[in-house]
């Protein structure tokens, strides 16, 4: 099953962290804006889910989502940018492991198995911020 456009999706080892509301922050590659395929829109409900199985979507594999586990959040703010225009501030809110602009490109690279010609400075990503509902 691929995310449907009202869903974001986690890596397991996040599921404690969004249990306990600690990740309001996250990056996504590419200029994904309200409205489009896997964009977000201000004031929207999502629904949180944790995969079990990881797909990807580069090579049309999908993946499978805890069947017990969902919360829902409302999307605060989205921002379009280049990784190379963030600032501290913007990392807040975000996984352990995201906390600036180096973390912040590795992370993508390996989520998104992404080569670091593919994930730099100029690479467009778009930063979503939502709270817990």
């Not at 990056?27 to 409205?35: K, L, Q, T, V, W």
């Not at 990807?56 to 921002?79: H, I, N, R, Y």
Request: aromatic share 10%.
């Amino acid at each position: 099953m691929k995310a449907p456009r009202d869903e974001i999706w986690f890596r397991k080892i996040y599921v404690d962290l969004l249990k306990d509301q600690h990740i309001t922050t996250i990056f996504r590659p590419g200029a994904r804006a309200c409205n489009t395929k896997k964009g977000f829109c201000s004031g929207e409900t999502l629904k949180i889910k944790v995969l079990d199985k990881v797909g990807a979507d580069w090579a049309d594999l999908s993946g499978e989502t805890l069947p017990d586990f969902e919360m829902l959040v409302q999307v605060v703010d989205t921002k379009i940018c280049t990784i190379g225009s963030l600032i501290s501030d913007d990392f807040v809110g975000s996984s352990p492991d995201v906390f600036n602009i180096e973390s912040l490109t590795y992370h993508l690279g390996a989520i998104y198995n992404l080569t670091p010609s593919e994930v730099n400075n100029d690479t467009v990503i778009t930063k979503t911020i939502f709270k817990y509902l």
